[in-house]
T-cell receptor, first 115, second 115 residues
Framework: DTAVSQTPKYLVTQMGNDKSIKCEQNLGHDTMYWYKQDSKKFLKIMFSYNNKELIINETVPNRFSPKSPDKAHLNLHINSLELGDSAVYFC??????????????FGPGTRLTVL | AQTVTQSQPEMSVQEAETVTLSCTYDTSESDYYLFWYKQPPSRQMILVIRQEAYKQQNATENRFSVNFQKAAKSFSLKISDSQLGDAAMYFCAYGAGAGSYQLTFGKGTKLSVIP
């Protein structure tokens, strides 16, 4: 009955490698997000997809590429990993309504450590 | 751009006492939503409470309540009868009106509960 799930929960890898984080939501929401939380706990949006269409693309290195195969999934692929990419990455989803609150539901996070 | 400011990086409270966490925001919108999220050491982001800007009545969820001052752009969280499980990072977040995709988060307040 997990609402927003992410895999893996922990990811340890070497600099220069390519890795992916997967996210799935079973809430029937039409919008999904990727956030990055740095070591100071600051939470910053990276991307947002609405019905598989990219709608928010913040200033993020192009080594980061989101992919949404359908509106229940939003994956994050990272090429040529750098030390500064070490962080916790959160996936979230919401149903964006023409009226009413846009409440976001978060996954458990993926702690990425780049060595 | 909207900004959210949490001026208290850390706070502490005695068990069973009451604590108030501060949040101010900047916006030119009249229709928006405000949220408090809790992030315990498990790092799961949990929605604590939300407030619609058009509602004058302050939101309440059990021991959690807000003091929403729209003119002052202030949205503080009061936790009554603090429990050890309340120890966490608390994030204030702003969401623009209906149809908006983005939440803007404050930098968080780390709350410790002293037995």
């Amino acid at each position: 009955d997990t609402a927003v799930s992410q895999t893996p929960k922990y990811l340890v890898t070497q600099m220069g490698n390519d890795k992916s984080i997967k996210c799935e939501q079973n809430l029937g929401h039409d919008t999904m997000y990727w956030y990055k939380q740095d070591s100071k706990k600051f939470l910053k949006i990276m991307f947002s997809y609405n019905n598989k269409e990219l709608i928010i693309n913040e200033t993020v290195p192009n080594r980061f590429s989101p992919k949404s195969p359908d509106k229940a999934h939003l994956n994050l692929h990272i090429n040529s990993l750098e030390l500064g990419d070490s962080a916790v990455y959160f996936c979230a989803s919401s149903q964006v309504l023409s009226s009413g609150v846009n409440e976001q539901f978060f996954g458990p996070g993926t702690r990425l450590t780049v060595l | 751009a909207q900004t959210v400011t949490q001026s208290q990086p850390e706070m502490s409270v005695q068990e069973a006492e009451t604590v108030t966490l501060s949040c101010t925001y900047d916006t030119s919108e009249s229709d928006y939503y405000l949220f408090w999220y809790k992030q315990p050491p498990s790092r799961q982001m949990i929605l604590v409470i939300r407030q619609e800007a058009y509602k004058q009545q302050n939101a309440t969820e059990n021991r959690f309540s807000v003091n929403f001052q729209k003119a002052a752009k202030s949205f503080s969280l009061k936790i009554s009868d603090s429990q050890l499980g309340d120890a966490a990072m608390y994030f204030c977040a702003y969401g623009a009106g209906a149809g908006s995709y983005q939440l803007t988060f404050g930098k968080g307040t780390k709350l410790s509960v002293i037995p």
